[in-house]
């Protein structure tokens, strides 16, 4: 909203040098390069929520795909959006009777870190998918966390490819967070352990058998 009312100041400001000569009884020119300036300041201004919006559209038609037919919207908090939500110690949650789906700032960036340039992943990029397909697991209606952070576990090859990553770097990725990130959550135990579940690898009770699971 903030940069949203700065590009709406700057567009009136230009607005106004566009108006004034015919407002005044003696003609006067419009100065260009201040009609310049202002005009790229609100064009500039404009752009990151127009950006983040675009952002959150393009996940919200890549989650509809693992929905399952529910709804799906996705926000991105700005800083003061996370300031605000009372979940804001989470990275993200999702309502499964809204199909609303939340990422706190600074992982919807991450994310888009990690799209904009897969093979250059880290673990930071590469966590940020798992974030994100794991709050669609929810919007299936999904709650508990064990449950839904295996089913994501399993789905995160699928997700990736279908935001863009190409499908080796999308299988690789998926087998690296399996093997890393969600045995680390076993290791540590607490909070983090409350999402993972030893009946989450092939051929144990959580396997879904997908036909593009991450452990096949």
């Known amino acids: 909203m ?5 590009s709406l100041l700057f567009a009136c400001l230009a607005v106004r040098e566009l108006r004034t000569p015919w407002h005044r009884e003696h003609p006067q020119r419009i ?7 202002v005009s790229a300041l609100a064009v500039g201004f404009a752009w990151p929520p127009l950006s983040t ?3 959150e559209r393009f996940l919200e038609s890549r989650a509809i795909l693992l929905s399952e037919g529910r709804p799906v919207s996705v926000h991105c908090n700005t800083l003061f959006d996370t300031m605000l939500d009372p979940n804001a110690l989470a990275a993200g949650h999702a309502d499964p009777r809204t199909g609303r789906i939340v990422i706190q700032k600074p992982w919807c960036s991450t994310l888009r870190d990690y799209l904009d340039e897969p093979a250059a992943a880290g673990s930071e990029q590469i966590h940020s998918l798992n974030l994100f397909t794991h709050e669609v697991m929810h919007v299936r209606g999904i709650l508990d966390e064990a449950v839904t952070e295996c089913h994501a576990v399993q789905y995160n090859r699928r997700m990736a490819g279908l935001l863009g990553v190409p499908a080796p770097l999308a299988h690789e990725h998926a087998r690296r967070y399996y093997r890393e990130g969600y ?3 076993a290791q540590v135990g607490g909070l983090a352990g409350a999402y993972y579940s030893p009946e989450c690898a092939p051929g144990r009770s959580l396997d879904l058998r997908l ?6």
């Open 2 to 6: 903030f940069w949203i009312a700065l």
């Open 31 to 37: 100065y260009v390069p201040y009609l310049l300036l």
């Open 53 to 55: 919006w675009r952002f």
């Open 183 to 185: 045995a680390m959550r």
């Open 211 to 216: 036909s593009d699971s991450t452990w096949r």
